[in-house]
């Protein structure tokens, strides 16, 4: 028995689209780069600095509220609580606004991730001298930022990455 050829679609035993049609709706593949694993674990680590401090600031307002909580008296003087918060309030949105820029390529997000790594050292130098942060801690959350700017700063892939104009 000779099998028949038969036009795409007409007689087959499936009624979906041939492998012909499937190949011609897959959209060319783009030129531009895609996020590699150092950026998107970079992102997934600011995401996590953003929990972070939305979770320290709710903790700080709640202690502040009742410091009993904390087995304290008293957490520090009202202007230092606020200071923290609106600082750390200010970091999660620059992190929201840098993770966009990244997102999105925007060549801006290198610049951004050196003001905001910069940024970010500043308060937490800012917070240890008013108390509220330790010598230890300063130095441990610092360590975010530093590879930041290292990364933003060594990275080929990043250039590359980060080109759509802003």
Same mark, same amino acid.
């Given at each position: 028995?000779?099998?028949?050829? &038969?036009?795409? +679609? &007409? +007689?087959?035993l499936?009624? +979906?689209?041939?492998v =012909?049609?499937?190949?011609a &709706?897959?959209?060319?593949?783009? %030129?531009? !780069?895609?996020l590699g694993a *150092?950026?998107?674990g $970079?992102?997934? #680590?600011l @995401? #996590?600095?953003?929990i ?12 502040? /509220?009742n !410091? ?6 008293d957490?520090a003087p009202?202007s230092?609580v606020?200071f923290y918060?609106v /600082?750390?309030c200010l970091l999660?949105?620059?992190?929201? @606004? *840098?993770?966009? *820029?990244?997102? /999105?390529k925007?060549?801006?997000a290198?610049?951004?991730? $050196? *003001? $905001? ?11 240890n001298?008013?108390?509220?942060? %330790? %010598?230890?801690g300063?130095?441990? =959350? %610092? ?7 290292v ?13 759509? !104009?802003?």
């Open positions: 028995m000779i099998p028949v050829e &038969q036009p795409p +679609g &007409q +007689g087959s499936h009624d +979906g689209p041939s =012909d049609d499937a190949a &709706q897959v959209p060319a593949r783009s %030129s531009a !780069p895609r *150092l950026l998107v $970079y992102v997934v #680590l @995401v #996590l600095l953003l972070h401090g939305i979770g320290l600031t709710i903790a700080t307002l709640v202690i502040d /509220t !410091p009993s909580l904390a087995g304290m008296t957490l009202g230092h606020a918060v /600082t750390n999660a949105v620059y992190i929201l @606004v *840098l993770v966009w *820029l990244i997102c /999105t925007r060549r801006a290198i610049v951004h991730n $050196y *003001l $905001y790594c910069a940024t970010s050292i500043g308060c937490l130098v800012a917070w001298v008013l108390g509220m942060k %330790s %010598s230890i300063t130095v441990i =959350d %610092s360590l975010p930022s530093v590879v930041g700017i990364y933003f700063a060594n990275s080929t892939r990043v250039k590359r990455t980060l080109r759509r !104009p802003s």
